[in-house]
């Protein structure tokens, strides 16, 4: 799953950004239906979509990084 989503969010700019845009906000898959992906029924879930895309968030702003280090140039 962490590789699918790092993927999406890749090939995606449109949806990148809006990840990005959340900032060092926590991210919670709020559903009532899911206790792994999400925060569950009681709001006690695991939210492990949430944590990915926590995790994945961070990795463009590495990369957006680097360009601007690079003088615009992304490494490949």
Same mark, same amino acid.
């Given at each position: *799953?962490?590789? #699918?989503? #790092?993927?999406?969010? !890749?090939?995606? #700019?449109?949806?990148?950004? %809006?990840?990005?845009? $959340?900032?060092?906000?926590? %991210?919670?898959?709020? $559903? ?6 999400? @925060?569950? !029924? #009681?709001? $006690?879930?695991?939210? *492990?979509?949430?944590?990915?895309? *926590?995790? $994945? ?18 490494? @490949?």
């Amino acid at each position: *799953m962490r590789r #699918a989503v #790092a993927t999406k969010f !890749r090939t995606h #700019a449109d949806i990148r950004d %809006i990840l990005l845009s $959340t900032g060092d906000e926590e %991210i919670v898959e709020d $559903t009532t239906t899911d206790h792994y992906w999400g @925060r569950g !029924r #009681a709001g $006690t879930g695991k939210n *492990m979509l949430g944590r990915i895309l *926590m995790r $994945t968030r961070g990795r463009p702003r590495v990369e957006l990084a680097e360009a601007h280090k690079n003088h615009g140039r992304p490494r @490949r």
